[in-house]
C-alpha cells in the first residue's frame, strides 16, 4: 500500500518584484532616496572638465584590499581630491583622509581640485542647495551651523570600457557622519547606477529589496540624498556593451582635430567632510589605525533611533588581519553634532 504524505508546509513567499529601470528624474525620485539632474554644467565645461578627468585618470590608482586571505583589486581607477588652493602639504588630516580614500596605503599629498572641476563644483553645491531645502534635516544629519552644503572633497572615478566596474556597498561614513548628501556627476559615456535596499531584519520575511537601475548620461547629476547610505546599496555593474560618448567639442591639446568617440565614463563624487568627523576625532582600534563608520543597515528604523558603529579598517590592509574593535557611535558622549541639532536623541 503506498502512503501519500502530506507536502511539506510551504514558507510564506515573498514576493520578489522585478528590476526596474528609472529612465527619468521623477522615477528616481518616486522609488530612491536620489535626485536625478539632466544638463548640469553649461556643455563646453561638462566636456572640458571629461577630457581633464581622463587625462588626468591616466595616473590614478586600481584600489586594493584584503578579502579573507587574497588582494583584490577594483576593477576601475580612482582618485581623492582637496578643496584648497593653497599647500596640502602640511596638512595632515587632509593626507589620512585621503589615505582613507585608498583602503590606508600610502599617498602623495592629495591632489587640489583642478579649475574646472572648482568650476564645476559651484554650478553642483547650487544645484545640491535648492534641493536640500526641500528636504527635511533628520535629527544626526549635519544642518549646516548656518552653512549651506558644501563640497570640501572629491573622489574621482574613471571606467574605461563596458567591463570595469564598482561593486555593491554604502560609503563609509568616516569623515561624513550620520545622513550624508553626496553629489555624483557623471562625464562620459552612459553607465547605468545600480541601487537596491538592504531590507531591515525586522521586515525581511514581509518583502525583498528591488533593484533600480539608473542610467547617467554625460553632464548629469546624481544626489544621493540623507538615507541612501543607510538604506541602500549602490554599484556601478560591467555591461555587455555601451554606446560611445561623442564629445561635441575637441580636445584642447588637438583644437584642429575631429572629436575622438570615448568608451570611458568619469565619475565625480563631490563630499562634505564634517568638522565634527576630523580626522583628529575619528577612534583608532587595537591595531592603531583609525576605524570606519558604518550605519547598522539592518536595524534601522526611523532616521532618528538609527545606529552606526566604529569597527576595525586593518583587515582591509594589513594582511587581511583586523582585530574585533566594534563600538557604537555616540554622538553626545563624543562631542559631536552641531548647535542646532539634538545629539543621540
Ligand atoms: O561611479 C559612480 O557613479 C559610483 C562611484 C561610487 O560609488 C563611489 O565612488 O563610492
Ligand atoms: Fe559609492
Known amino acids: 500500500m503506498s502512503v501519500l504524505r502530506q507536502p511539506p508546509p510551504s514558507k510564506p513567499s515573498v514576493s520578489q518584484l522585478p528590476p526596474l529601470t528609472l529612465s527619468n528624474p521623477s522615477m528616481v525620485a518616486q522609488h ?26 591616466q595616473a590614478w590608482k586600481r584600489n586594493k584590499w584584503w578579502l579573507f586571505d ?5 576593477p576601475h581607477r580612482t ?15 587632509w593626507q589620512e583622509a585621503a589615505q582613507y580614500w585608498y583602503n590606508g596605503r600610502a599617498t602623495d599629498p592629495p591632489e ?7 568650476e564645476a ?32 572633497v572629491a ?24 545622513y550624508p548628501t553626496i553629489a555624483s556627476l557623471s562625464l562620459g559615456t552612459t553607465r547605468v547606477f545600480r541601487l537596491r535596499e538592504v531590507i531591515p531584519s525586522d521586515e525581511i520575511s514581509t518583502r525583498r529589496g528591488r533593484t533600480f537601475n539608473i542610467p547617467l548620461p554625460h553632464n548629469s547629476l546624481t544626489i544621493m540624498h540623507a538615507t541612501t547610505q543607510e538604506s541602500f546599496k549602490h554599484s556601478i555593474p560591467p555591461q555587455p556593451t555601451l554606446d560611445m560618448y561623442r564629445p561635441l567639442y575637441p580636445h584642447p591639446a588637438k583644437p584642429s582635430a575631429l572629436p575622438e568617440p570615448s568608451n570611458c565614463r568619469i565619475n565625480i563624487t563631490f563630499r562634505f567632510y564634517r568638522p565634527d568627523f576630523n580626522p583628529k576625532s575619528i577612534p583608532r582600534c587595537k591595531c592603531g589605525v583609525p576605524t570606519i563608520l558604518r550605519p ?21 590592509q594589513n594582511d587581511g588581519k583586523g582585530c574585533d574593535f566594534w563600538r557604537v557611535m555616540d554622538m553626545r558622549a563624543e562631542g559631536r553634532g552641531t548647535a542646532t541639532t539634538e545629539p543621540g536623541t
Open 121 to 152: 563644483c559651484e554650478y553642483v553645491e547650487k544645484i545640491v542647495n535648492d534641493e536640500m531645502r526641500k528636504r527635511e534635516r533628520l535629527p544626526l544629519e549635519w544642518t549646516g551651523q548656518g552653512q549651506s552644503w558644501h563640497a570640501n
Open 155 to 178: 573622489a574621482s572615478n574613471c571606467y574605461e570600457g563596458a567591463q570595469e566596474s564598482v561593486g555593491f556597498h554604502s560609503d563609509q561614513l568616516t569623515y561624513l557622519g550620520p
Open 32 to 57: 530612491t532616496p536620489c535626485t536625478m539632474h539632466l544638463s548640469v554644467l553649461p556643455p563646453e565645461l561638462a566636456c572640458k572638465l571629461f577630457y581633464t578627468m581622463v587625462d588626468l585618470s
Open 79 to 93: 582618485s581623492f581630491f582637496v578643496r584648497k588652493t593653497n599647500g596640502v602639504d602640511d596638512d595632515e588630516s
Open 70 to 74: 587574497r588582494v583584490v583589486e577594483s
Open 296 to 316: 547598522d543597515m539592518k536595524n534601522r528604523h526611523d532616521g532618528k533611533t538609527d545606529r552606526y558603529w566604529w569597527t576595525c579598517y586593518a583587515g582591509a
Open 112 to 118: 587640489v581640485f583642478p579649475k574646472l572641476m572648482e
